[in-house]
Antibody
Framework: QVQLVESGGGVVQPGGSLRLSCAASGFTFSNYAMHWVRQAPGKGLKWVGVISFDGSNKYYADPVRGRFTISRDNSKNTLFLQMNSLRGDDTAVYYC??????????????WGQGTTVIVSS | SYELTQPPSVSVSPGQTATITCSGDALPDQYSYWYQQKAGRAPVLVIYKDTERPSGIPERFSGSTSGTVVTLTISGVQTEDEADYYCQSADRRGTSQIFGGGTRLTVL
């Protein structure tokens, strides 16, 4: 079945780095753009960024631009989020989500279960 | 920066109709999407491209649009519909995605 599984979350000190992964299965990963979305404890959803199907285009939300980098390895069906210079307000559950095709939903139509990042000393 | 505005909460009784609005200046130019998120779970897409419903989503969920406001309507609300609902769209350039602040639907 179509599935996304995030991993790599944990506790990190302010100023530190962390790399999240999102393993895709059940669909042709290389055909789809992918998003990262985060949710701070008790708060709403916040878009982090998106990468095109082939990795050639990337866009980021203002709070993470210059600190976070999205990449993908289509040969391994895996999406990544490299997070540097982490701050307390980066503490959140991080979700990867598939962007539906232009002939389909165009929305975030498949989501992972999320991985938790806690930035604390 | 661009924002999408939703009411924080909506309450209805079972069987009634719930209406959740989302307003934003760029909504006439960009598609809108709605997500349902139950406690402790990942979001689920319930409406895409303003008015379309993904397969597997009950027919009681519908979307509409009028100018700078898009609306999620749940007809004949059931207790299982109690959740947080988020609208989502893009800025005018289409490069940044935005979520509304979310609306908690309580089924009394």
């Amino acid at each position: 079945q179509v599935q996304l599984v995030e991993s790599g979350g944990g506790v990190v000190q302010p100023g530190g780095s962390l790399r999240l992964s999102c393993a895709a299965s059940g669909f042709t990963f290389s055909n789809y753009a992918m998003h990262w979305v985060r949710q701070a404890p008790g708060k709403g959803l916040k878009w982090v960024g998106v990468i095109s199907f082939d990795g050639s285009n990337k866009y980021y939300a203002d709070p993470v631009r210059g600190r976070f980098t999205i990449s993908r390895d289509n040969s391994k069906n895996t999406l990544f989020l490299q997070m540097n210079s982490l701050r307390g307000d980066d503490t959140a559950v991080y979700y990867c989500a598939r962007k539906g095709s232009s002939s389909g939903t165009l929305g975030m139509d498949v989501w992972g279960q999320g991985t938790t990042v806690i930035v604390s000393s | 920066s661009y924002e999408l505005t939703q009411p924080p909460s909506v309450s209805v009784s079972p069987g009634q109709t719930a209406t959740i609005t989302c307003s934003g200046d760029a909504l006439p130019d960009q598609y809108s999407y709605w997500y349902q998120q139950k406690a402790g779970r990942a979001p689920v897409l319930v409406i895409y491209k303003d008015t379309e419903r993904p397969s597997g989503i009950p027919e009681r969920f519908s979307g509409s649009t009028s100018g700078t406001v898009v609306t999620l309507t749940i007809s004949g609300v059931q207790t299982e519909d109690e959740a947080d609902y988020y609208c989502q769209s893009a800025d005018r350039r289409g490069t940044s995605q935005i979520f509304g602040g979310g609306t908690r639907l309580t089924v009394l």
